[in-house]
C-alpha cells in the first residue's frame, strides 16, 4: 500500500529530542485498514519512506489511534525541516 500525507513536525523531549511527522486521520485509519499482517512489536508498521529526494526505511510508531513516522537528523537536516514545519511524506507499507 502507497500513501501520500502532509503533516506537522513534532518534538518529543526525552534524554535526546525525538521527531516525529504525524500521520492525518484519514490515512492513518487506511493504513490501519493494511497494517495487521506487516505490523510488529506493540504495532509499529515497517515502511519505505521518501522526503524530497532522501529514501529511508523505517516503522510507523502507532500512538493514541494513529501513527507518527521516526525523522532521523539524516532525513530532517538534508530537507531543512525542524518542529513545526509541514512535510509531505510517500510512504509504503512493507509487507
Not at 534524554?15 to 499482517?37: G, H, K, L, N, T
Request: glycine letters at 8%; aromatic letters at 8%; proline letters at 8%.
Amino acid at each position: 500500500m502507497h500513501v501520500e500525507f502532509t503533516g506537522r513536525v513534532i518534538e518529543r523531549r526525552g534524554p535526546s529530542p525525538f521527531y516525529f511527522a504525524a500521520v492525518p486521520a484519514e490515512q492513518a485509519a487506511d493504513i490501519r485498514e493494511v497494517a495487521a499482517p506487516a505490523a510488529y512489536a506493540w504495532g509499529a508498521v515497517p515502511v519505505d519512506a521518501r522526503i524530497g529526494e532522501t529514501a529511508f526505511t523505517t516503522s510507523l510508531v502507532p500512538k493514541d489511534g494513529g501513527y507518527l513516522l521516526p525523522l532521523k537528523s539524516a532525513v530532517r537536516e538534508p530537507q531543512g525541516l525542524s518542529a513545526g514545519d509541514e512535510v509531505t511524506v510517500a510512504v509504503t507499507i512493507r509487507v
